[in-house]
């Protein structure tokens, strides 16, 4: 059906652009047969309020009919004047008839194509909602986006990025990281199956505060592990399990779970520097920043790092680190060059500058101490 339509409609293209646009004489009498074949083939019901779909946007983009119509209703309306000027006014009421089909052929084209787009939108929210039910990474940015929207979660990026793919995690895990006595630095070694990259990344990625560290000193207003429903794999995660398998036993002991780790309400004064900072579960989902392994974020990740596990988003987010609080990263940098103008390694530990950025850089594992203030100063020229 398909291939006949486009054939005929082809046919007629070249018969518009041969009998009506490019002759300089036409018969008024061929282009209103002309005319009203167009119209019986592509509006066979035009007299109805229904929109039929008969001719496809994919026909309409290669035969160029549209266009084709449009450009010759310049052309019939030249001829309607000639024969006006003439004062044959037989040929005149024909060309006036030429005219009419022509604008209804065009108001019939223009209803098919907001019919077949609308079609389309239509199966791809269709799609988009079905598959949002379904658990596992989203297939689709739409079906993600629906993801969001059903969660009632943020929509930072809109459309929101896509998390990163299915994420390999390595069978054998390694030791946890060596640690500077002094410095509290810690060095991390790679996996059998790490890349390159994240070798050579791992020579700059060291935090100085470890997960039990930050849980401890107090961090993320007390919400971090609370129950959640993940965009990324549509599963609901429920606090007790995901601490099992998220953070050693001993790390948290003492501690409050309720009020520094599973709050389901942010509280700044749980934080070691009593200020609210970081962003939405939300906004890190449609930022693309949370895989399927570790759905609720770096931090997460960091403390199965910590604890030896490896797997294909290592690189991403020691990457991740470097930029936020590697050695040039911009938190760190920032609230070194604060501390700089203040006075230098006399406020280093001052809790007026930028309490915020501190809190931050918590987050990301690292406190500014003087051997980091030294680096810092040495790597901008300050020391």
Sequence with gaps: MSSNIAAQVKSLTESVVKEILNNESPSVEQCLEILTSVQSTIAPDHETKSVILIVSIRILEESKLGKMITKSLKHLRRHKRSSESDGDSTAVATWNQCIAIADKILISLREQVAAESGQRKAKKVAVAKAESFQPGLPKTSGAYKERLRVQKKEMYKDPPAMPPAQIKIEEEWVGEPSRDEETGEMKFIPGSDSSAKLKEFLKDFCPNRSPKEILNFGAFGGTYYRPIVSAVTNIKYKSSDVLKNSVQKEWIEGLDHKTMLTSLTYQASVNKFKVKCGGSLGMWESSGWISDSDPYGWFQWYCRFYQGRRCGDDERQVSRWLKSAGPKGRF?????????????????????????????????????????????GIRVGKL
């Design 332 to 376: 760190r940098s920032q609230l070194c060059n604060k501390i700089f103008a203040a006075g230098g390694f006399s406020h280093v530990n001052s809790v007026r500058i930028s309490p915020v950025i501190r809190q931050t850089l918590l987050h990301w594992g690292l406190e500014i101490t003087e051997t980091v203030l030294r680096k810092h």
